[in-house]
């Protein structure tokens, strides 16, 4: 179904039973996990990680007899007595709400306070100091800091560092007179 | 199929072939045959070329039939590769680049630093798992596959947990991510872009290893452990029960 609609898409099957659905999402990163609530009888939660950007959207396979309580923990539900028609008329609206947790890839250029949160973290700044700095909580550096790297493809700290000196954000003296030096 | 069909489908399973000690010159010998005359488990050959050949697949049939000594033995020999070769390989393209002139000082030097410090930390990290890691499954295995073992051994060793040691490669990788966005995106262009390209194809084709090397230790090593630390609990509480 998924391949009819044109999607590009990677696909992993589990056995059932499945003891550790948790470790598998951890795992797996996967954007969309599809479950057929009969074969966990102990579901009790569906992980998900408010921390995370990669939570998945969950799909119930729904028999009629599936209990609300169940049904109130996916994010979409597949009646497996649905016809065609309907089948894809659910999985369109779930497709395009994995389109809505993609970030927006066309913007890339920094903000002006990405940019000075930039050149604090590349001088060896911690999230706390920078948050104390800029008067702003620590978690706003947080999410500061996931949109830099989006916008860059820069993960780590000594990468930053080496982006913020080659565009002339900061220079090379700034970074060694920090304690963080160059690792 | 014929292991010459196996190349010829995906040549980067070239390095995984050499871990076995299997080298070229295969004429029309089958996969089987190949395994057959090195001494191989074939099903386990088989795990590994699958799990590098397509990264969405995911081993699940077979896993108790494989000894962890067996797996360790591989994983050791693809450490040994990034270390002994594939490492300093990028390492001669990079110092190779910074004899060029038409980088700015401060540029090579960028560049050789960030190398460095990922060579450091991919280093720390692979020692850590062959002085600690490994000792350790190592030992569980030969315990268990002791009849003989005591209940102080088994005690022992099981005071450890694979789970302990499972941490994640993240930072390791997510230099590496970073080296290859610095020479795309980032580094003014240099006249030397043949050698650029090179450089790139090889962090590629590392970034591509680890990966995999990562994908087996999470989904056969660590299954294999957990499942000996479920039988070594059993035999504890048998034996401490009849005590």
Request: with cysteine.
């Given at each position: 179904?998924?391949s009819?609609?044109?999607?590009p898409y990677r696909m992993e099957e589990?056995?059932?039973?499945?003891?550790?659905?948790?470790?598998?999402?951890?795992?797996?990163?996967?954007?969309?996990?599809?479950?057929?609530?009969?074969?966990?009888?102990?579901?009790?939660?569906?992980?998900?990680?408010?921390?995370?950007?990669?939570?998945?959207?969950?799909?119930?396979?729904?028999?009629?007899?599936?209990?609300?309580?169940?049904?109130?923990?996916?994010?979409?539900?597949?009646?497996?007595?649905?016809?065609?028609?309907?089948?894809?008329?659910?999985?369109?609206?779930?497709?395009?709400?994995?389109?809505?947790?993609?970030?927006?890839?066309?913007?890339?250029?920094?903000?002006?306070?990405?940019?000075?949160?930039?050149?604090?973290?590349?001088?060896?700044?911690?999230?706390?100091?920078?948050?104390?700095?800029?008067?702003?909580?620590?978690?706003?550096?947080?999410?500061?800091?996931?949109?830099?790297?989006?916008?860059?493809?820069?993960?780590?700290?000594?990468?930053?560092?080496?982006?913020?000196?080659?565009?002339?954000?900061?220079?090379?003296?700034?970074?060694?007179?920090?304690?963080?030096?160059?690792? | 199929m014929k292991m010459a069909e196996v190349i010829h489908l995906n040549h980067h399973l070239l390095p995984v072939l050499n871990r076995f000690d299997i080298h070229l010159g295969f004429g029309e010998r089958s996969v089987e045959m190949v395994c057959k005359d090195h001494d191989l488990n074939l099903d386990f050959f088989l795990e590994i070329v699958n799990t590098f050949h397509d990264a969405s697949y995911f081993p699940l049939g077979h896993?108790?039939?494989f000894?962890?000594?067996m797996l360790?033995d591989y994983l050791q020999k693809t450490h040994a590769y990034y270390?002994q070769f594939k490492i300093?390989e990028i390492?001669?393209f990079?110092?190779?680049?910074?004899?060029?002139?038409?980088?700015?000082?401060?540029?090579?030097?960028?560049?050789?630093?960030?190398?460095?410090?990922?060579?450091?930390?991919?280093?720390?990290?692979?020692?850590?798992?062959?002085?600690?890691?490994?000792?350790?499954?190592?030992?569980?295995?030969?315990?268990?596959?002791?009849?003989?073992?005591?209940?102080?051994?088994?005690?022992?060793?099981?005071?450890?947990?694979?789970?302990?040691?499972?941490?994640?490669?993240?930072?390791?990788?997510?230099?590496l991510?970073?080296?290859k966005?610095?020479?795309?995106?980032?580094?003014?262009?240099?006249?030397?872009?043949r050698l650029?390209n090179v450089i790139l194809h090889d962090v590629f084709e590392l970034e591509r290893d680890l990966n995999n090397h990562g994908h087996i230790?999470?989904l056969i090593?660590?299954?294999?452990?957990?499942?000996?630390?479920?039988?070594?609990?059993?035999?504890?509480?048998?034996?401490?029960?009849?005590?």
């Amino acid at each position: 179904m998924l391949s009819n609609m044109g999607n590009p898409y990677r696909m992993e099957e589990l056995d059932s039973p499945i003891d550790d659905l948790e470790k598998y999402v951890n795992k797996l990163h996967p954007s969309l996990v599809m479950i057929n609530p009969l074969l966990i009888p102990k579901l009790v939660t569906l992980p998900r990680d408010p921390e995370s950007d990669f939570n998945p959207v969950y799909v119930g396979l729904i028999a009629n007899t599936t209990s609300t309580r169940i049904k109130s923990k996916f994010d979409s539900l597949l009646y497996l007595n649905d016809n065609k028609h309907e089948l894809f008329k659910t999985m369109e609206k779930v497709i395009q709400q994995l389109g809505a947790t993609q970030p927006e890839s066309d913007n890339t250029t920094l903000s002006e306070r990405e940019l000075s949160i930039l050149k604090l973290v590349a001088t060896g700044n911690t999230n706390n100091e920078i948050a104390e700095r800029l008067f702003i909580s620590t978690h706003t550096v947080m999410t500061h800091r996931k949109n830099i790297t989006r916008k860059l493809g820069i993960k780590t700290v000594s990468g930053l560092t080496v982006y913020a000196i080659l565009n002339q954000h900061i220079n090379m003296e700034e970074v060694q007179g920090s304690e963080q030096g160059f690792n | 199929m014929k292991m010459a069909e196996v190349i010829h489908l995906n040549h980067h399973l070239l390095p995984v072939l050499n871990r076995f000690d299997i080298h070229l010159g295969f004429g029309e010998r089958s996969v089987e045959m190949v395994c057959k005359d090195h001494d191989l488990n074939l099903d386990f050959f088989l795990e590994i070329v699958n799990t590098f050949h397509d990264a969405s697949y995911f081993p699940l049939g077979h896993l108790q039939s494989f000894k962890a000594s067996m797996l360790i033995d591989y994983l050791q020999k693809t450490h040994a590769y990034y270390l002994q070769f594939k490492i300093p390989e990028i390492g001669q393209f990079i110092r190779q680049i910074t004899r060029d002139e038409s980088l700015q000082a401060i540029h090579k030097k960028l560049l050789l630093d960030f190398f460095d410090s990922y060579q450091h930390e991919l280093t720390t990290h692979i020692n850590k798992e062959e002085q600690r890691v490994y000792p350790y499954v190592l030992k569980l295995e030969s315990i268990l596959d002791n009849p003989d073992a005591t209940v102080e051994e088994l005690h022992e060793i099981g005071k450890y947990s694979i789970n302990e040691y499972e941490e994640d490669h993240d930072d390791v990788e997510a230099k590496l991510f970073d080296l290859k966005n610095i020479i795309i995106k980032y580094l003014p262009s240099s006249k030397n872009i043949r050698l650029l390209n090179v450089i790139l194809h090889d962090v590629f084709e590392l970034e591509r290893d680890l990966n995999n090397h990562g994908h087996i230790e999470d989904l056969i090593l660590v299954p294999i452990v957990e499942n000996m630390e479920k039988t070594l609990r059993e035999r504890l509480n048998k034996l401490l029960s009849n005590a």
